[in-house]
């Protein structure tokens, strides 16, 4: 193979004229037709002079064109950076200085606010519009389509996805063709994908989720997707006697449970429904099982890794946990202090190591040297056990972490939006339980001495600076936080003061 990853995802199924993609519109998108698209990007992105190793970073609405964008960069060996569309012009700016890449390509209505941002990071800025309009697709019908795909290894690079940390400096993740594709290959295995499969995909494509598990998997084994912009429980409704597997966060199932519409038959096409990047509760596995007859399986993964455990496609699938280690993945719980590996069934940090795990953050190494140990695991920051019988479960995390909606926010990141503010003395950032994002992002803020901050206010200001779901869904005023006898913020006491907020929560 030239190049592996888009020769197992595109190339090998080039010229068939099966459906790749149904559209909204009742349009479809064959193989054929998308690896002719995918070519005109790739001689756009010659013509434009990006090469292999390069990065091409993408705000776009959820399109086929930026699918095909994305299987273009593969085929050129350029480096694809997605980013979350609910990032700000602020945010953006961080990715671009980090990455370098040679172009950024976002939606025609952001381009005013982010060419300052491009210019500053030398890299020149072009548009897609979802409808396929756009600079980009203007140099793409003009460009000669690459008739060569350019050779890669396992080891190149094929994407950064960036994700923040307990410092709340963002870092950009390097994955190789090779993590990508065994992930797909192993999870296409156990889940039993083919080409006969209609995957109903309603996730984000800026994230390994929706890209890389969804995409990269029934992509594999050359079947269809429903092709949704978005999550919308009626599309869903609508489009499920038409599929045969769905991936969703957990957020998906609570609402579709909250459908009464939702019942057994309209699943009754479906044989598999995955959950992922949050957790799951127990109750939501439990009635989803009563009202459909499916058992969602679980699995567990992380941007760094893809995906590391898995739910059995036949067997138990046990609520509540995240299975079983994926055939090539191995799992280990050690003591967080020390590193040492813990007896079976104890509780401690859960590492991994396998050839999904990432090749380490780009620019940083002692950041990489800081979580992945020379052995080769990763330290993933989830603390777990693993039953007798080889069950993983996540018993909490010991990152500062929330999880909303399937969206990390690290509390760091929004703290330092919220100290920086006129008239806030501290803050800390915590996560709630949230009936529909799991956990919700909260404020507690101490004044800064004289001043009386509102906390409306407060939050405006910050809705300038961070992505709306990193945006506090409310912002509390108190007199002092709660410390320790070594002065550490006592974030448990927070979390337990607050953790009925939004028990009327929709
Ligand atoms: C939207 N909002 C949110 C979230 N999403 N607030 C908190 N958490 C969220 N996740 C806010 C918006 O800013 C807006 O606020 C209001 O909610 C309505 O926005 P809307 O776009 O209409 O929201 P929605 O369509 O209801 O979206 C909710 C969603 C979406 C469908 C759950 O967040 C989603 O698709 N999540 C999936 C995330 C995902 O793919 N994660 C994978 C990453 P305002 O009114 O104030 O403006 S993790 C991963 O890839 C790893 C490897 C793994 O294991 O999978
Ligand atoms: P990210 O790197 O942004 O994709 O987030 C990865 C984190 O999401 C993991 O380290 C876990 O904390 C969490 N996560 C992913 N899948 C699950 C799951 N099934 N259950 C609990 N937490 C999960």
């Not at 897609?128 to 690459?146: F, I, N, Q, R, Y």
């Not at 995409?215 to 609508?238: H, T």
């Amino acid at each position: 193979m030239t190049n592996p990853l888009y020769d197992a995802v595109l190339g090998q199924h080039a010229t068939r004229e099966d459906v790749l993609l149904y559209l909204p519109d009742g349009g479809t998108i064959s193989y054929a037709e998308m690896a002719a698209r995918v070519a005109r990007f790739a001689g756009a992105l010659a013509e434009i002079g990006l090469q292999k190793g390069d990065r091409l970073a993408l705000q776009v609405a959820k399109s086929p064109d930026a699918l095909a964008l994305y299987l273009a960069c593969l085929r050129s060996g350029v480096i694809f950076l997605p980013l979350n569309t609910a990032y700000t012009p602020e945010e953006i700016g961080y990715f671009l200085d980090n990455a370098g890449p040679g172009l950024v390509v976002c939606d025609p209505e952001a381009a005013t606010a982010l060419q300052p941002v491009a210019d500053a990071a030398n890299a020149r800025l072009l548009t897609m519009e979802a409808s396929g309009a756009g600079s980009l697709a203007e140099a793409a019908a003009k460009s000669t389509p690459a008739n060569t795909v350019t050779p890669c290894d396992s080891d190149d690079l094929a994407c950064f996805l960036y994700t923040s940390g307990t410092t709340g400096r963002s870092k950009g993740a390097m994955l190789t063709q090779g993590n990508l594709l065994s992930n797909a290959q192993s999870l296409a295995g156990i889940w039993r994908f083919t080409a006969e499969d209609v995957l109903l995909h309603a996730l984000p494509i800026f994230h390994a989720h929706g890209l890389f598990v969804a995409c990269n998997v029934s992509m594999l084994r050359g079947g269809a997707m429903i092709w949704l912009p978005s999550f919308s429980v009626d599309a869903v409704l609508e489009a499920l006697p038409h599929a045969t597997a769905m991936m969703g966060v957990p957020t998906f199932y609570t609402r579709l449970l909250d459908a009464p519409a939702f019942d057994r038959a309209q699943a009754g096409h479906m044989r598999l429904f995955t959950s992922g990047s949050a957790p799951l509760r127990a109750e939501t596995h439990v009635a989803f099982r009563e009202r459909t007859g499916h058992a969602i399986l679980e699995r567990y993964g992380m941007t760094e890794t893809g995906m590391n455990t898995s739910n059995p496609y036949e067997g138990d699938r046990r609520a509540g946990t995240v299975g079983l280690p994926l055939p090539d993945v191995e799992v280990r719980i050690t003591d967080p202090e020390t590193g040492a590996e813990l007896a079976q069934g104890e509780t401690g940090m859960i590492e991994v190591r396998g050839p999904n795990v990432f090749k380490g953050y780009w620019g940083m190494p002692e950041k990489t040297a800081e979580e992945l140990r020379a052995d080769g695991f990763f330290i993933t920051g989830d603390l777990g056990q693993i039953s007798a019988d080889g069950y993983v479960s996540i018993v909490g995390r010991q990152k500062d972490l929330i999880i909303s909606g399937g969206y990390n926010v690290y509390p760091k990141e929004v703290e330092r939006v919220l100290d920086a503010q006129q008239g806030v003395g501290e803050s800390a950032v915590i996560g709630v339980p949230h009936r529909d994002f799991g956990e919700a992002v909260v404020a507690v803020v101490v004044a800064a001495e004289g001043a009386t901050p509102d906390p409306e206010a407060l939050r405006a200001e910050a809705g300038a600076r961070l992505a709306r779901y990193k945006l506090p869904k409310q912002v509390i005023v108190i007199d002092a936080l709660p410390r320790n006898t070594m002065g550490k913020v006592q974030k448990n006491v927070l979390r337990e003061s607050y953790a009925g907020l939004f028990d009327g929560s929709a």
